[in-house]
């Protein structure tokens, strides 16, 4: 037993030290077929040295359908989206030759991770648990973070958003699930769930922010389902922690939906971080904002804070003059800790919303990340 243990470990912590170092060692994987290739082998080693655990759920072949079916599910919910946001065309086109490039290499990723998550998890303690964790986040990473560019404050949120946090999320779900009804319906249900962007022509055209909440929140509503259906009947003192972790798990998921929304900027009130002086005293750098949408039956005045777009940047300064001039409106800016108006004029259009009321500092880490990646 304590052989076993160790072999375990030592495969675990083997196995995550490589991939930690391919995933900041350039060049370690050219591409995905060499992490398909890579894990293969892996999954070998791991069959010859560790033997397969069979006492499962009763409930396996049950748990299995559901899964298939929350898997489903959650391409017509996220589909359902589009109606909504709208559709474009896949980033990648399903062809004969991609079938080779993607398909094919993610498909042998996702059957040989979990094969070995399988085999790791035959060592029920809570250190090969959080080993087999980071396993499974670790080779999210290597696979799919190579899509955005590290050396940008943007991309590096979206790597950390979109691919860890999600990954995070679904990685004690598929340990979850592996380690009670085994692999093959994780197997499927990652299939389902990832290969479909190589295949399906087109995707909702959704904000950044709620393809990564929607990613983060749907492995924990799957685990909640699969947990109540299947899991044996609790004690009865039992019942009240379970109501009570209902309870905190409902209002950390309205908080998630509620910041989602408001970085979004895509409802009626949105948020945005202060990032340079101009407005000082008033609003500080490193403060965050809740600005209203501004509509066009709104009515502006003299000395209302606005948020505006002028290029690609969000402007936050005060509304100092006002013309009426062709039928359209002139709108004249300065920021309260600047000398001199802003330079030129903006037209209600440019106008995103007027701001309500201020957050002190909580935008400061933004701030400290952007300027980081700015001196690199």
């Known amino acids: 037993m304590k052989n076993d243990r160790a072999r375990i470990y030592s495969l675990e912590f083997v196995v995550i030290l490589f991939l930690f170092l391919a995933l900041f060692v350039p060049n370690v994987f050219k591409s995905r077929m060499a992490v398909a290739a890579f894990l293969c082998l892996f999954g070998l080693i791991t069959r010859i040295l560790i033997k397969r655990r069979s006492n499962y759920s009763i409930y396996q072949k049950k748990e299995f359908r559901l899964l298939v079916f929350l898997a489903i599910l959650y391409l017509v919910i996220f589909y359902m989206f589009g109606i909504y946001a709208g559709f474009v065309q896949a980033s990648v ?80 779900l598929y340990n979850y699930i592996c380690n009670r009804y085994g692999m093959k319906s994780v197997i499927v249900y990652k299939i389902i769930t990832i290969l479909y ?35 044996k009947v609790r004690k009865e003192n039992a019942i009240l922690v379970d109501n009570k972790r209902s309870i905190v798990s409902g209002v950390l998921v309205v908080v998630m939906v509620l910041m989602v929304m408001l970085v979004s900027c895509r409802f009626l009130y949105g948020l945005l971080v202060i990032g340079s002086s101009s407005m000082s005293n008033t609003m500080d750098k490193g403060d965050a904002v809740l600005y209203r949408e501004y509509k066009n039956k709104d009515n502006l005045a003299v000395g209302d804070i606005i948020v505006y777009q002028k290029e690609d940047i969000k402007v936050i300064h005060r509304i100092i003059d006002i013309e009426y001039i062709n039928g359209g409106y002139r709108i004249y800016t300065k920021g309260d800790n600047n000398k001199e108006a802003d330079e030129g004029y903006i037209s209600d259009n440019d106008v995103l919303g007027v701001a309500k009321f201020r957050i002190r500092y909580i935008g400061l880490p933004t701030l400290y990340l952007r300027e980081l990646f700015e001196r690199e």
């Open 93 to 172: 086109k399903f062809s004969f030759g991609n079938i080779f490039k993607y398909i094919l290499p993610v498909g042998l990723i996702i059957v040989s991770t979990e094969f070995i998550r399988e085999r790791f998890l035959t060592e029920k303690t809570i250190l090969s648990q959080v080993l087999t964790f980071i396993f499974g986040v670790l080779v999210d990473l290597i696979v799919f973070a190579n899509i955005y560019q590290l050396n940008s404050l943007n991309g590096f949120l979206l790597v950390l958003g979109y691919v860890f946090f999600a990954s995070c999320s679904s990685n004690l």
């Open 197 to 231: 962007v190589y295949i399906i022509p087109v995707t909702p055209d959704l904000f950044i922010f709620f393809k990564s909440f929607f990613r983060m929140i749907y492995p924990y509503l799957v685990y909640i389902i699969v947990d109540n259906m299947f899991s």
